[in-house]
T-cell receptor
Framework: GDSVTQMEGPVTLSEEAFLTINCTYT??????LFWYVQYPGEGLQLLLK?????DKGSNKGFEATYRKETTSFHLEKGSVQVSDSAVYFC?????????????FGTGTRLQVML | NAGVMQNPRHLVRRRGQEARLRCSPM?????VYWYRQLPEEGLKFMVY????????ESGMPKERFSAEFPKEGPSILRIQQVVRGDSAAYFC?????????????FGPGTRLTVL
């Protein structure tokens, strides 16, 4: 079945540092890939997405490129801020039959310090 | 334009009681998904519903859990005879269509605590 593997956290960085959170996936077809962010006590918010190979999703300074050859969708940001502290989830959606459920990774907690 | 609404936000139940969680999808959305997040884990798919129909319940435990999405009113996730292992955050999401290109919008979740 489908699966998503994320690097374990927590990831602790100083403000303005470069961020990479690794994500790889296993899927039988051609999934769409997503990054969601969850702030403390809140639900998930879509951060960015990519729907086909070589697409780059970007939002709020975050980027991720859909790499079919390495089955990866790593999240990057050039300069993190304290307000980026949250849990980040990589996910995929594969339209199999009648359902298009999301399969999530376990999440990576990011802590950004001043 | 209101987002996905869930209530209650926090629910405390004693073992053996019933828990009833409600989800109102975004306006214009007819597809609802329920996910469960156990402490320090990712979200796990439970069930996918359209109005009056369960489309995919492959992630639902076989016993004690049920879901509905009636023609009128919110979607309901019902857990009968709750046990401590049911303590989790339950998130509802909605989408306009079912395809993989359609974004799912998440509600704030209901945090269930079983004493």
């Amino acid at each position: 079945g489908d699966s998503v593997t994320q690097m374990e956290g927590p990831v602790t960085l100083s403000e303005e540092a470069f961020l990479t959170i690794n994500c790889t996936y296993t899927a039988t077809g051609y999934p769409s890939l997503f990054w969601y962010v969850q702030y403390p006590g809140e639900g998930l918010q879509l951060l960015l997405k990519a729907t086909k190979a070589d697409d780059k999703g970007s939002n709020k300074g975050f980027e991720a490129t859909y790499r079919k050859e390495t089955t990866s969708f790593h999240l990057e940001k050039g300069s993190v801020q304290v307000s980026d502290s949250a849990v980040y989830f990589c996910a995929l959606s594969e339209n199999t039959g009648t359902a298009s459920k999301l399969t999530f990774g376990t999440g990576t907690r990011l802590q950004v310090m001043l | 334009n209101a987002g996905v609404m869930q209530n209650p936000r926090h629910l405390v139940r004693r073992r053996g009681q019933e828990a009833r969680l409600r989800c109102s999808p975004m306006k214009g959305h007819s597809h609802v998904y329920w996910y469960r997040q156990l402490p320090e884990e990712g979200l796990k798919f439970m069930v996918y519903l359209q109005k009056e129909n369960i489309i995919d319940e492959s992630g639902m435990p076989k016993e004690r859990f049920s879901a509905e999405f009636p023609k009128e009113g919110p979607s309901i996730l019902r857990i009968q005879q709750v046990v401590r292992g049911d303590s989790a955050a339950y998130f509802c999401a909605s989408s306009q269509d079912r395809g993989r290109l359609n974004e799912q919008f998440f509600g704030p979740g209901t945090r269930l605590t079983v004493l």
